[in-house]
C-alpha cells in the first residue's frame, strides 16, 4: 500500500462503514402509464418497509412520478436485484433500475418520537 492509501484507511477506519445496496429507478414509459400502477408500487414498498433503508422519488415539478432512489437492506446484490425485480413498476416494464454497493461513513441522523402523539420526524 502506497502512504496515502495506508493514510485514508486509518482516517476512516473509524467510520461507520455499513454497507447497503442502492437502487436508482427511471421511467422508461409515460408518467400516466406508471400513475395506474401507483397504488400497487406503494402497497409493495409499504409491505416489504423492513427491507428498505429509505426510498423516495427525485422532484421534478410537474412531475408526480418519475426518478427514484431506494436503499435496501440486503445481505447481498441478488437479494436486492430480486427485490427491485419485483418492485411493480419495474415488473411491468415501467421503470428499470440500477443497483449499487454503497458505504455509509459521515453524516447525522436524528430521530425524534413523540409516543403520546404517535408521531415521529427525522432531522
Not at 55 to 84: C, R, W, Y
Not at 89 to 102: D, Q, S, T, Y
Request: hydrophobic share 40%.
Amino acid at each position: 500500500m502506497t502512504d496515502i492509501t495506508e493514510t485514508i484507511q486509518r482516517m476512516i477506519q473509524s467510520n461507520l462503514r455499513k454497507r447497503l445496496y442502492v437502487a436508482f429507478s427511471y421511467p422508461v414509459a409515460s408518467q400516466e402509464e406508471m400513475l395506474a400502477r401507483m397504488p400497487e408500487h406503494l402497497t409493495y414498498m409499504e409491505q416489504h418497509e423492513d427491507k428498505i433503508f429509505l426510498s423516495g422519488p427525485f422532484i421534478k415539478e410537474g412531475a408526480l412520478v418519475d426518478q427514484g432512489m431506494t436503499i435496501l437492506h440486503s445481505h447481498n446484490e441478488e437479494e436486492a436485484a430480486e427485490f427491485m425485480r419485483n418492485e411493480p413498476l419495474i415488473k411491468h416494464g415501467l421503470r428499470r433500475f440500477e443497483l449499487r454497493l454503497w458505504e455509509i461513513r459521515e453524516g447525522t441522523l436524528s430521530v425524534r418520537i413523540s409516543a403520546a402523539k404517535s408521531q415521529g420526524s427525522l432531522t
